[in-house]
């Protein structure tokens, strides 16, 4: 068993800047895959990023070039840097765990792109 808790979201202009992060309640460096995904009402639950064991990184391409994943094994912690955030990018982020075990999930962040 996995615990996440996430924290980070918030209220944002366009163009602005937040980091998520997500604590496990145990060491994260066995697990195969760490990631972010969010869900905007109305819309499906869609993956944001994923990380690794190995620190290989995967993104949908709505956030290439703008968002970085990131984990700090030391402190059972991944991070989801975002910039240049965009009205289109509001919604529940949820931290995701995968292990051999089964698939964990957080209880989400809202993060609110708005002026």
């Known amino acids: 068993q996995v615990q996440l808790v996430e924290s980070g979201g918030g209220l944002v202009q366009p163009g602005g800047s937040l980091r998520l992060s997500c604590v496990a309640s145990?060491?994260?460096?066995?697990?195969?895959?760490m990631g972010w995904y969010r869900q905007a009402p109305g819309k499906q639950r869609e993956l944001v990023a994923h990380?690794?064991?190995?620190?290989?990184?995967n993104y949908a391409d709505y956030v290439k070039g703008r968002f970085t994943i990131s984990r700090d094994n030391a402190k059972n912690t991944v991070y989801l840097q975002m910039n240049s955030l965009k009205r289109e990018d509001t919604a529940v982020y949820y931290c995701?765990?995968?292990?051999?075990?089964?698939?964990?999930w957080g209880q989400g962040t809202q993060v609110t792109v708005s002026s």
């Open positions: 995701n765990a995968l292990s051999d075990g089964g698939v964990y």
């Open positions: 145990r060491s994260i460096f066995n697990l195969n895959f």
């Open positions: 990380i690794a064991t190995s620190g290989a990184t």
